[in-house]
């Protein structure tokens, strides 16, 4: 009875020791499955945050370069039209006599043919720039009162070769009548 007992005893506590081995290995398996899936999920959230981060930036630098762009497009406008609306200023100043003087004195080589020697009136002040440049060289800037009052600046360059106006032909004043030996206009 001894020797049985002794002997269930010992069945017993293997049994028991079996039992404890395997759910050991059963919770550690558990356990690291667990722990798998954890690192798993951190490391997939991990990639994701980062993708969407690196999207976003992307996005970011799409957006801020269109705007740029856009920006850079406005500023190239607005100056062009800021130019365009000085150098429309300057020609209305022109037309309107403001700047006769330098206007007709910047090129030696060339002079008024007035619409005034045609019988069309000029203003007053354009006398003095057109006193001292001889017919004999040639014509550009021909200006025209509408009868709404706006005037009109109209550039021909027509070039006189030499002899082709009497020798002392007269220069052309303000005032002045229709000169003998200049081509009509029209």
Request: aromatic fraction near 2%; hydrophobic fraction near 35%; charge should be positive.
């Amino acid at each position: 009875m001894r020797e049985d007992l002794r002997v269930m005893r010992q069945d017993t506590m293997r049994e028991d020791l079996r039992v404890m081995r395997q759910d050991t290995m059963r919770e550690d398996l558990r356990v690291m499955r667990r722990d798998t899936m954890r690192e798993d999920l951190r490391v997939m959230r991990q990639d994701t945050m980062r993708e969407d981060l690196r999207v976003m930036r992307r996005d970011t630098m799409r957006e801020d370069l269109r705007v740029m762009r856009q920006d850079t497009m406005r500023e190239d406008l607005r100056v062009m039209r800021q130019d365009t609306m000085r150098e429309d200023l300057r020609v209305m100043r022109q037309d309107r006599g403001l700047q006769w003087g330098p206007l007709l004195r910047a090129d030696a080589a060339r002079c008024v043919v007035a619409l005034q020697s045609y019988g069309v009136g000029l203003p007053r002040n354009v006398g003095h720039a057109i006193d001292n440049v001889p017919l004999h060289r040639a014509a550009d800037v021909l200006l025209c009162h509408l009868p709404s009052g706006r005037s009109v600046i109209s550039v021909s360059l027509i070039t006189f070769p030499p002899g082709r106006l009497p020798a002392g032909s007269p220069r052309l004043m303000n005032g002045a009548g229709p000169q003998p030996g200049l081509p009509s206009p029209l």
